[in-house]
C-alpha cells in the first residue's frame, strides 16, 4: 500500500525558511521520483519542483528558482523541500506525489498523492 505523508507546515515571516518533509512507505523511494505541488485557495494546483532517483531535480515553477530547493534520504524513505526566503506568494497547501518513474515527468503524470501540508506566509 502506497503512503505519502507530508509534515513540518506551519506560519512563517516573510523572508524567512521552512522545511518539509515527505515520509513514503510501500514502495522503494530510491527507485522513483518524487515531487512536490502545491495549492492556494481558489486556485488550480501547480507543480513546484521535482527529484529523480539519480538526484537530478527539475523546477516546474520559476518563480522558486534560487530559492526552494530538494533533496532526499533514502534510508530514512524521505524527501525534503528546503524553502527560503519565502514571499506571501507561497503560501499554499503542499502536497508531495509520486510518479511510477525513475525520473522527472510532466506533472500530468504522477500517480499517488499525500494529504498535504499546509504553509502560511504572514507577518
Known amino acids: 500500500q502506497v503512503q505519502l505523508v507530508e509534515s513540518g507546515g506551519g506560519l512563517v515571516q516573510p523572508g524567512g525558511s521552512l522545511r518539509l518533509s515527505c515520509a513514503a512507505s510501500?514502495?522503494?523511494?530510491?527507485?522513483?521520483?518524487l515531487g512536490w505541488f502545491r495549492q492556494a485557495p481558489g486556485k488550480e494546483r501547480e507543480g513546484v519542483l521535482c527529484?529523480?532517483?539519480?538526484?537530478?531535480?527539475?523546477y516546474y515553477s520559476d518563480s522558486v528558482k534560487d530559492r526552494f530547493t530538494i533533496s532526499r534520504d533514502n534510508a530514512k524513505n524521505t524527501v525534503y523541500l528546503q524553502m527560503n526566503n519565502l514571499k506571501p506568494e507561497a503560501a499554499a497547501v503542499y502536497y508531495c506525489?509520486?510518479?511510477?518513474?525513475?525520473?522527472?515527468?510532466?506533472?500530468?503524470?504522477?500517480?499517488?498523492w499525500g494529504q498535504g501540508s499546509q504553509v502560511t506566509v504572514a507577518s
Open positions: 506525489a509520486a510518479p511510477e518513474l525513475s525520473f522527472c515527468p510532466t506533472v500530468y503524470e504522477y500517480e499517488y
Open positions: 510501500g514502495f522503494t523511494l530510491d527507485y522513483y521520483a
Open positions: 527529484i529523480g532517483a539519480s538526484n537530478s531535480s527539475t
